[in-house]
DNA sequence: TCGGGGCTTTGTAGCGCTAAAATCCCTGCA
DNA sequence: TGCAGGGATTTTAGCGCTACAAAGCCCCGA
């Protein structure tokens, strides 16, 4: 068995030389099985097991021009949200034979940097949440023609996009508390970097409430990086403009959460003296007492639907503009 | 300006033709800018910039047989443990002019096949978590010989570790509850997949607890996917051994703010009735109430030092074996 | 004035693989 | 027996880039 003799890496060759055929034959093997007879197959598998022989996608991708690489950005991983949406997105990718690659952009210009890391590799396709994106970036993937993929864009996709109506949304849970019989009701936004995935939600709010004729000042404008600590700062905050208030619709469960925290030391119960409204259903809205009413996006769909994308367009079979809806529901527990 | 003619695809080559030098100059442009008079190398950049060019790193690497992309597996993005670990394997990337790209591994079958992903890739090194394993991922990572760092291992490594000691890290928890004044002291651990990671501590609370004669039996081992819900679980299992347990060290900071939430059910005051330390300084430890005491196993660092044993294998400077600690400490809040 | 040394630039060759065309070989039928 | 037909396999010709060696060029001292 001294058949491995550590003659440098395995190739392609040096699995061909040992079953005595040719590195095409090799090749069909891994990438055409159909177009080998199956007795040769067999044997190149065995040997190519033997050898430790892994096909190098990087010569792959070069001679074919084709990627089974896909490169999703994700803003973070601080907060569990995007966990159903890359989780959708890695079985959609999987099923369809492809292989998904992550990284991580804290900011617009670590997003471009992303990109350009992605289209000098050569991806199928690139993944991005949200439409802000640095001009240098779009510049970049318009030359090249990468499909792009937006998520948690319900307008104008660059490209092609998947999402859900953030402004249906908000109005949902606008209804669910003027239902419940909230009439004071304040809404927290964020300011700063991401302040723009949040934007659309605001006007929705108060075209709501002006619609009852009920105040539409109990605004505040967090800052994002203060996690759960901003839920005290905004419930202050609105007091501030009306001690009275008694309903309270957050941009994340993590500020819900923060404001929950709050209430708890300030002893006001939820929802009686205040109801309490997050957004994206993260783990600890089930865990936390009381459980947090919240808005579940279908995140998880819209990772699969943004793959799916990607894919048929790399497979030649859907056009520009695409814009796909998958939606969203509200998981009613006890704080609203 | 009709310069930028449709042909396909921008190359080196088509820059190099626009430019008016050769391929090689626009490649040491790129790569090794001292070797290029600086008239000639803006010339070459401008051009570039115009057409739009992105350096095709598939066939650098190729031609080169080096990468500068490395790949981190990652087991979750659920929690926020991994966040510090991400950015500080991020930063040490950028810094030594490296790219990480991140993939998501929720079994050790998804490890095996991410690796194989990223040597299908060529990467110049992969992270990984854990030393556990599956035979056909050390297999392939032996014998394509790709530089390898585990993190969050404190012995033996398979090519190169970084981590710090759970078994010191435990016996530094355990002496916090025990000159608090605590005697009945809980252990709560994980079962299943994940339980290997945590399997290092028993060991050492059992051995710190006999030493003084204490109880070694109020132990629980929980299920890793109840998160919050795995708190309440084991607190009930442990009264039932012993209603009087006065502490109890959780494995993650997620399980111990579920036994927190239980507390609060309870009217149980922390850290008068119990004493709840948690492990990982989750986001969450220091915004709940009571605020909690975790262990903060030094993570950044231990991303950093991950991309930097790789780099400095890829720079050929350092040898097999490494194993590097980096350390931990205890955060002391109120709930211990 | 000429040769040598250093810096810049340019050929040459090939990385490992694959699309496409060419070849081979076997079968079936006239 | 000869040959068309079709599947299996091999040959050919690069994909876009970079290591390395070779060539040009310019300046300076002898």
Same mark, same amino acid.
């Given at each position: 068995?001294?058949?491995?003799?550590?003659?440098?890496?395995?190739?392609?060759?040096?699995?061909?030389?040992?079953?005595?055929?040719?590195?095409?034959?090799?090749?069909?093997?891994?990438?055409?099985?159909?177009?080998?007879?199956?007795?040769?197959?067999?044997?190149?598998?065995?040997?190519?097991?033997?050898?430790?022989?892994?096909?190098?996608?990087?010569?792959?991708?070069?001679?074919?021009?084709?990627?089974?690489?896909?490169?999703?950005?994700?803003?973070?991983?601080?907060?569990?949200?995007?966990?159903?949406?890359?989780?959708?997105?890695?079985?959609?990718?999987?099923?369809?034979?492809?292989?998904?690659?992550?990284?991580?952009?804290?900011?617009?210009?670590?997003?471009?940097?992303?990109?350009?890391?992605?289209?000098?590799?050569?991806?199928?396709?690139?993944?991005?949440?949200?439409?802000?994106?640095?001009?240098?970036?779009?510049?970049?993937?318009?030359?090249?023609?990468?499909?792009?993929?937006?998520?948690?864009?319900?307008?104008?996709?660059?490209?092609?996009?998947?999402?859900?109506?953030?402004?249906?949304?908000?109005?949902?849970?606008?209804?669910?508390?003027?239902?419940?019989?909230?009439?004071?009701?304040?809404?927290?936004?964020?300011?700063?970097?991401?302040?723009?995935?949040?934007?659309?939600?605001?006007?929705?709010?108060?075209?709501?409430?002006?619609?009852?004729?009920?105040?539409?000042?109990?605004?505040?404008?967090?800052?994002?990086?203060?996690?759960?600590? =901003? %839920?005290?700062?905004?419930? &202050?905050?609105?007091?501030? #403009?009306? +001690?009275?208030?008694?309903? *309270?619709?957050?941009? !994340?469960?993590?500020?819900?959460?923060?404001?929950?925290?709050?209430?708890?030391?300030?002893?006001?119960?939820?929802?009686?003296?205040?109801?309490? =409204? %997050?957004?994206?259903?993260? &783990?600890?809205?089930?865990? #936390?007492? +009381?459980?947090?009413?919240? *808005?579940?996006?279908? !995140?998880?769909?819209?990772?699969?639907?943004?793959?799916?994308?990607?894919?048929?367009?790399?497979?030649?079979?859907?056009?520009?503009?695409?814009?796909?809806?998958?939606?969203?529901?509200?998981?009613?527990?006890?704080?609203?």
């Amino acid at each position: 068995m001294a058949k491995t003799q550590d003659t440098g890496p395995v190739t392609m060759q040096s699995v061909a030389d040992a079953a005595g055929v040719s590195p095409m034959t090799v090749s069909n093997t891994f990438r055409h099985p159909a177009r080998v007879l199956e007795e040769t197959r067999l044997k190149v598998l065995k040997v190519a097991a033997d050898l430790g022989y892994v096909p190098n996608h990087v010569a792959g991708n070069l001679a074919s021009g084709q990627s089974r690489v896909i490169g999703a950005v994700i803003p973070s991983i601080k907060n569990s949200s995007f966990y159903k949406y890359v989780r959708g997105m890695q079985d959609a990718a999987t099923a369809r034979g492809y292989q998904l690659v992550l990284k991580l952009a804290e900011s617009l210009a670590q997003e471009t940097a992303a990109i350009q890391t992605f289209i000098g590799l050569r991806v199928a396709g690139i993944a991005l949440v949200g439409d802000e994106h640095e001009d240098a970036a779009i510049d970049l993937m318009r030359k090249t023609g990468v499909p792009v993929v937006e998520s948690w864009v319900d307008q104008a996709p660059f490209d092609m996009a998947v999402g859900y109506s953030t402004v249906a949304a908000t109005r949902a849970m606008i209804d669910l508390l003027l239902t419940a019989g909230y009439r004071k009701i304040g809404f927290v936004g964020y300011a700063g970097a991401v302040s723009h995935r949040f934007a659309e939600r605001l006007p929705a709010f108060r075209e709501r409430l002006a619609a009852r004729g009920l105040r539409t000042d109990l605004i505040h404008l967090a800052d994002e990086t203060d996690g759960f600590g =901003a %839920g005290p700062k905004a419930l &202050e905050a609105l007091c501030r #403009i009306d +001690p009275e208030i008694d309903a *309270l619709l957050c941009p !994340t469960d993590i500020l819900a959460a923060g404001v929950l925290f709050e209430c708890g030391r300030r002893n006001w119960k939820v929802p009686q003296r205040i109801a309490v =409204a %997050g957004w994206g259903d993260y &783990e600890i809205a089930s865990e #936390i007492t +009381p459980g947090l009413t919240t *808005l579940e996006p279908h !995140t998880y769909d819209m990772g699969h639907a943004a793959i799916q994308a990607i894919v048929d367009r790399a497979d030649g079979k859907t056009g520009k503009g695409l814009l796909l809806d998958t939606g969203f529901h509200i998981v009613r527990r006890d704080s609203a």
